[in-house]
């Protein structure tokens, strides 16, 4: 995770185009880089940012300094910005969480697919997934089918942008050999495989399922990032043994903030040029620091295909 490359010169304030009348949704965007990200984007004057997640006091207060940054630069016309209930371990939540946006927005512009969990103990979401790969692949997978025919109608419009941003992560490296074990995800541990493997394996899905999707829908411009090392609440209730004793407390002194780990997706979600459809990147834009796996076209589709077949019956 470190060092960084410094990659493109990418400064929001002055390299980010206006965003007047684009939607934008952000999952995760209570806190962290997600948070990060909005405080951002709301001082180029979207329309409307949805922040997805999962508690409403933390969410509502998240909005609130949002909206106090956004006055204390200001801005003349501040965005509205929206709490969408989301739990990204339930597929009745996220199905909620499509519907209620989509009866009140007729476009999206922006999807950030942003909020995650790391080196989680064993356990399962309500569908039955091990936790880290259900929060962090399928339950955005999910998601995103359920908004893709706003994402396709928006990308119909003239001089449409439409981009989806996965966060991955450098840890996709630490996925086991050979890829995603699909017959092992409805494990809690994976049969036996160490946390920071399934994290790993979680990102490296993130990678393919990006990939695969923008060459499913050319239309839509479909990036993964990795953020860099940042110092945020991920490793809050993780596991980890050895590996966490030794990255835990080098995060504080070696991590960027929210606001300078934030600075890829930013990038990745606005730049006039540079970011093309199918790519992974590392902070800020740099290519060709992907495993072999996630270059994988053929574990891509693979990946693809079980997917839709878990998904393919939820209707919102």
Known sequence: MWPFSSGVAFR????????????????GGNIGLGKAAIDVLAQHEPATIWLAARSPEKAEAAIADVLAQAR???????????????????????????????????????????AGVMATPPGLTSEGYELQFGTNHVGHALLTKLL??????????PAADVRVVVLSSAAHMMAPRGGVKLDAVTSPDCHGMYTWRRYGQSKLANILFARQLALEYPQLKVVSIHPGGVNTNLLTGSEGGLLKMIVKPLVPLLGKTPAQGALNQLWAATAREGVVSGQYYHPVGVTGQDSADAKDKVLAKQLWDWTEEQIKDIKE
């Open 72 to 114: 204390a630069a200001g801005i003349a016309r501040p965005p509205a910005v929206r709490f969408l209930e989301l739990d990204l371990t339930s597929f009745a939540s996220i199905r909620r969480a499509a519907r209620t946006f989509r009866d009140a927005a007729d476009r999206l512009d922006v999807l950030m697919l942003n």
């Open 12 to 27: 929001p304030d002055k390299d980010i185009p206006p965003l007047i009348d684009k939607v934008i949704l952000v999952t």
């Open 148 to 157: 893709l025919p706003t994402l396709l109608s928006t990308a119909a419009r």
